[in-house]
């Protein structure tokens, strides 16, 4: 096989592999780069890769770039891009499941903030079936160290007295704290959410 050959092969290995792993991924091909989800996008020029970007790097076989990219976990799924997109395509589900694939092999941007939130949130609400909201809130300032969260947590200390004096901070949620009271009808509803995943995989490939 020639350069050019292993090349172009090595090309449709990453976008045949994000249309088999990644939700929505079976689109991207469908992407004309208009850029009109670009120009519409709230992050405009902020962001490092606009979905026309990151849909063009797929095909350009650019796979360690777009999987380790923070852009995909700044969607803020406003929906801007799905619903002026004239080729229809489901930008916004498909960056939310590359993140997702990026996180699922270990290659997700490590302290990125929407990604490090997500992944506590889901921890603590899945724990018992409520958000304890004083140990999510620690989680967050400490995420970076001792210092890190001494600092956050004095920054925000006037915030904290007023929630505590309006009794929408309760102390004690730290050894303890609100929990629902079907803490198991909460596990199945999740194991059940999972068999149909996996199902819906087997059947779509994803
Ligand atoms: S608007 Fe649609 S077709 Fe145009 S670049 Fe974005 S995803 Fe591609
Ligand atoms: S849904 Fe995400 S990618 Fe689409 S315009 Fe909004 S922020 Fe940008």
Not at 67 to 78: A, K, P, Y
Not at 95 to 117: C, E, I, N, V, W
Not at 165 to 176: F, H, T, Y
């Amino acid at each position: 096989m020639s350069e050019a050959d292993h090349s172009s092969a090595y090309r449709r290995e990453f976008l045949a592999e994000v249309e088999r792993e990644v939700e929505g991924g079976t689109w991207v091909k469908m992407c004309m780069q208009c850029g009109v989800c670009a120009g519409s996008c709230p992050f405009g020029p902020h962001w490092e890769h606009s979905p026309q970007k990151i849909f063009m790097m797929i095909r350009a076989g650019q796979r360690e770039a777009v999987l380790r990219s923070e852009s995909m976990w700044l969607c803020t799924s406003c929906y801007n891009c799905v619903v002026r997109c004239p080729r229809q395509l489901p930008v916004t589900h498909i960056m939310h499941g590359l993140a997702s694939y990026a996180q699922k092999l270990g290659l997700a941007p490590k302290l990125q903030a929407t990604r490090d939130f997500s992944l506590q949130f889901w921890e603590n609400c899945t724990r018992t079936g409520r958000v304890n909201e004083m140990r999510l809130t620690l989680g967050l300032y400490f995420r970076e160290g001792l210092v890190a969260g001494f600092k956050q947590a004095w920054a925000m200390r006037t915030v904290a007295w007023g929630l505590l004096r309006a009794g929408r901070l309760n102390p004690a949620e730290l050894v303890g704290g609100h929990r629902c009271a079907d803490a198991n009808g909460i596990k199945a509803m999740l194991a059940k959410a999972r068999e149909i995943e996996a199902r819906r995989k087997a059947q779509h490939g994803h």
